[in-house]
């Protein structure tokens, strides 16, 4: 009896026994399974409360810099406007020194407009045009490769060409004015050695252009009684008398093939003051036309003086 008694609590024991009894009751594994609970639900409120805290700071952070460790440290941030400006500036500092390079020269610019009164296809029509203004007391100049277009004369500007279209035009001549600007691109340095002495040379010649050029399309106007070349005179000397003293020296330190040009540019300013001291106090038409000459050869062989350069 009371062997079946102690095999039946062995097989299903009821577990009375207390706090000090070393068995655990029913209300202990109740216990048990709340604290987990409790400790699941605030385990899972801190994590929550952590991961929302660092979501918070990595999308709405105050710093207006964005953080080595944002989710779009990443990405490359867009220029403020200091930097775009810097940027900017560094740009232009850049270009200029381009613009600035020693590989090439800028050479002085010559600007003018052409009074053309003619266009021929062979050379020998050409000449023998020219050959019968000139006859006439004319300014005639014909260019050198075709088409051979023949000039008449010269000016500074607009009005200027259009004092000399005026006469022209009296005379039943038809003409048309050509804007030029040559000299405008640059040249490579290595062609010119001495380049600063080159620059001082042109700019001699081109005030010559300037002061006469005004001068002779003034007293070639219609209804123009005359004008004095005195007041300049002595200025065109002084310019003249540089350009002529220097041209040797300066030929033999340019190309080969820019040398005739230079020559041409010289007898240009020869015919031109040639022209004008016969009386620079009152010079007569034919004078004056013989000066426009001048200058138009002068400036056709600063053209090709350029292109020769290039």
């Known amino acids: 009896m009371l062997r079946a008694l102690q095999e039946m609590e062995e097989e299903n024991p009821i577990g009375w026994g207390s706090p000090y009894s070393g068995r655990r009751t029913g209300m202990g594994r109740k216990d048990k399974r709340i604290r987990s609970v409790v400790v699941s639900v605030v385990g ?75 266009n021929f296809k062979e050379r020998e029509g050409a000449l023998k045009t020219v050959r019968k203004y000139r006859s006439e007391g004319w300014a005639a ?24 279209t005026d006469v022209l035009e009296e005379k039943d001549a038809k003409t048309y004015a050509k804007e030029v600007q040559f000299g405008a691109q640059s040249v490579p340095l ?45 200025e065109v000397l002084e310019h003249y008398n540089h ?37 620079p106090k009152q010079p007569e038409s034919a004078m004056l036309w013989q000066m426009q000459e001048g200058l138009i050869r002068y400036a056709l062989a600063y053209e090709k003086f350029v292109e020769a350069l290039r």
């Open 44 to 118: 899972a409120v801190l994590l929550g409360t952590l991961m929302g805290g660092l979501i918070m700071s990595l999308f709405f952070s105050e710093d207006p810099d964005l953080s080595t460790r944002s989710i779009d440290s990443h990405l490359r941030r867009a220029p403020d406007d200091a930097e775009q400006s810097k940027s900017r500036i560094e740009g232009e500092k850049s270009g200029a020194k381009k613009k600035q390079s020693p590989q090439t020269l800028q050479l002085p610019v010559l600007q003018a407009v052409l009074v053309q009164g003619g």
């Open 141 to 164: 100049v014909t260019t050198e490769d075709p088409p051979y277009r023949i000039y008449r004369g010269v000016g500074l500007d607009r009005e200027g060409s259009r004092k000399l």
């Open 190 to 234: 290595t062609s010119i050695p001495e380049g600063k002495s080159l620059i001082t040379w042109l700019n001699h010649g081109h005030q010559v252009f300037r002061l006469l050029g005004e001068k002779s399309a003034e007293g070639l106007a219609p209804g123009e009684k005359g004008v004095s070349l005195e007041p300049v005179w002595s």
């Open 243 to 279: 350009l002529v003293q220097t041209a040797p020296q300066l030929e033999k330190g340019i190309p080969a093939k820019a040398k005739p040009q230079l020559v041409q540019m010289v007898r240009g300013m020869d015919q031109v003051v040639q022209s004008g001291q016969t009386n």
